[in-house]
């Protein structure tokens, strides 16, 4: 099997995205570290394979894997492998394990966090305001990174004190640059550090999801220790990653469209636009690993075979013609409609679309009404991607603040 060969270093994932549509509905590609699977490119195929019941997330179904072909220091058996939880099985147990997250991550329970959320976002904005006027910030690291990881640690009960060795630990996880003698020791560092965390809440519960999924396993509905810390760990890796590539990449894009980035602060364009746009043309996700085809199934005039994986190219179909016109390249903050699929489809779609729609509904337009001169540092052709293929994550998002409102304006 030969293919489209995924670049480590993520340096151009447009041409890479443009690439993979170019191959068809179905791409042939291989991943850092020479595995070799299919990824789905177009909308409309990716809607039908999400929905299939033919498509599972059990790694046994995967030919290269019963064959031993995928090492335990892959750098991606992380995600390829996680362990068990509601990412990694389907069918009644994917309902059992998922329905407890599902309940406290409604939008009605979501929407209760509103007042937390701007605190935090407002407690953000007072430490940037205290850096030197024209002093370049790198907002991702002072505002992106802090706001998400506080709203999903408080909601899963984790101790702010145990943020930077997830942080350290989450950069190796996602990395394709983890070197492999050290991937078997990080992935037994973070079952250890979660295992504290659920070994913790089991002894001094509290207001958390932890402590409802803990209480749920003792209630009966059978979630054992591992699903447990294996759902923590989901809901924590997945719940600060994607947020905060939703506000740096909003930023990225109002500063490249400044004709855009006016009408929003004017009010001609709402914030929802923006948001549901960026998550469209500049997708925080840009592969999400790994299903498995039980059997042969058509896709288009091509054929996903029998115990191959499968990885859905968010990147690539973001951008789809067939779905969005001619004009899919393009950001445009007033399309309409915009259905778009970022978050997932079908049984396995993304529980805290919710959660991360309403942090960036709420930190954006905060940022902006206080900063609202907020601009690149440098120009957007040195902005550098993160080596993470299933991420679309900058290393640093440098700005200029400006003045802030009602100092100089």
């Keep these: 099997m030969t293919g489209i060969a995924l670049d480590p270093f993520v ?23 020479g595995v070799h699977v299919y990824a789905v490119t177009r909308h409309a195929e990716a809607r039908a394979l999400l929905t299939d019941s033919r498509v599972v ?32 099985v389907d069918g009644a147990d994917h309902r059992r394990l998922r329905t407890l997250v599902a309940q406290a991550l409604t939008v009605k329970r979501v929407e209760r966090l509103r007042a937390g ?26 505002f992106a990174y802090p706001l998400p990881m506080n709203v999903i640690s408080e909601l899963m009960g984790v101790d702010a004190a145990d943020h930077p060795r997830l942080k350290e630990l989450f950069e190796k996880f996602f990395s394709t640059q983890t070197p492999p003698e050290e991937v078997p020791q990080m992935m037994a560092d973070l079952g250890t550090l979660f295992t504290k965390i659920v070994d913790s809440k089991r002894a001094n519960p509290g207001d958390d999801l932890t402590s409802a999924l803990i209480a749920a396993s003792e209630d009966g509905d059978h979630l054992s220790d591992e699903e447990i ?43 929802d636009g923006v948001i549901e746009e960026t998550l469209r043309w500049n997708t925080p996700t840009s592969h999400v690993l790994i299903r498995f085809a039980t059997e042969d199934i058509e896709v288009g005039d091509q054929v996903l075979p029998k115990g191959e994986g499968l ?77 993470i293929v299933t991420q679309n994550d900058l290393h640093e998002l440098p700005v200029e603040l400006g003045c802030p409102f009602g100092h100089g304006n």
């Excluded at 041409?15 to 991943?31: D, F, K, Q, T």
């Excluded at 997330?57 to 892959?74: L, S, T």
């Excluded at 789809?320 to 390249?329: C, K, N, S, V």
Aim: net charge negative.
């Design 11 to 33: 340096r151009d994932l447009d041409g890479e995205s443009a690439a993979l549509r170019a191959a068809g509905p179905l791409a042939e590609v291989e991943l850092p570290g």
């Design 57 to 88: 997330k059990d790694i046994n179904v995967w030919n290269a894997w019963q064959r031993g072909e995928i090492p335990m220091d892959w750098p991606l058996i992380g995600l390829a492998n996680p362990g068990r939880s509601m990412l990694t």
């Design 117 to 142: 959320i701007e605190a935090l976002t407002n407690a953000s904005l007072e430490r940037l305001a205290a850096f030197p006027a024209g002093q370049p910030v790198d907002l991702k690291a002072e």
């Design 229 to 271: 810390v294996n759902t923590l760990q989901l809901i924590i890796a997945a719940g600060h990653e994607t947020t905060i590539s939703l506000i740096v990449n909003v930023v990225e894009a109002l500063a490249t469209h400044p004709e855009q980035r006016k009408k929003v602060l004017n009010g001609e364009i709402g914030w």
């Design 311 to 387: 990885i859905v190219s968010f990147g690539a179909l973001g951008r789809d013609e067939e779905q969005y016109g001619p004009t899919a390249g393009e950001f445009d903050a007033t399309r309409t409609p915009n259905r778009h699929i970022a978050f997932g489809h079908g049984p396995h779609v993304c529980p805290g679309a919710a959660l991360s729609r309403l942090e960036a509904g709420i930190a954006l337009p905060a940022l902006y009404e206080r900063f609202p001169e907020l601009d690149l540092a440098v120009p957007a052709s040195e902005l550098r991607n993160k080596p």
